[in-house]
Structures are given as structure tokens and as C-alpha cells.
């Protein structure tokens, strides 16, 4: 059984990034949401309010960014 090369796509014509794109882009969400809450809770213990809200917002959009990445895993 030979493959019919004029069923091949290349991820340029699909204009989908390469796996491992996606799997880094991960990676660097879970890393920022986990020190946004390791930022969080020191900020916490020395009562910094400013820092309490720079990881807060870390943390936000960490979570954004993974359910967007989510989203679109989901997608067929």
C-alpha cells in the first residue's frame, strides 16, 4: 500500500504550530501559574499587598492562557 502524497499537509498549509510549540507554550503557563502562587503566598506571609496582586495576576493569567490551550485541544 503506497501513501498518496496529494493527501499529505504540511503544518505550513494548516497553519497549525508544531507539537512541540504547543507543548512548550504549556509548560511556560503551568510554570507562570505556579510561581504566581509561590509570589502569592510569600506576599501573603510578609502582609506586601503588592506583591499579593502582581501574583494574583500572574496567577490569572496563567489560568487564561491554559484554558484557552484547553479550548483549543478540544477542537476537532
Known amino acids: 500500500m503506497e501513501t ?3 493527501k499529505i499537509k ?3 498549509e494548516t497553519d497549525e504550530p508544531p ?3 504547543q507543548v512548550e507554550e504549556r509548560v511556560e503557563a503551568e510554570m507562570k ?7 502569592e503566598e510569600i506576599a501573603t506571609s510578609l502582609n506586601n499587598k503588592e506583591l499579593i496582586r502582581e ?3 500572574m496567577k490569572e ?3 487564561g492562557k491554559l484554558k484557552q490551550l ?3 485541544d478540544s477542537k476537532p
Open 10 to 12: 504540511t503544518l505550513d
Open 19 to 21: 507539537p512541540m510549540d
Open 70 to 72: 484547553r479550548e483549543e
Open 55 to 57: 501574583g494574583r495576576k
Open 4 to 6: 498518496d502524497k496529494q
Open 61 to 63: 493569567d496563567a489560568e
Open 33 to 39: 501559574l505556579i510561581q504566581g502562587k509561590a509570589k
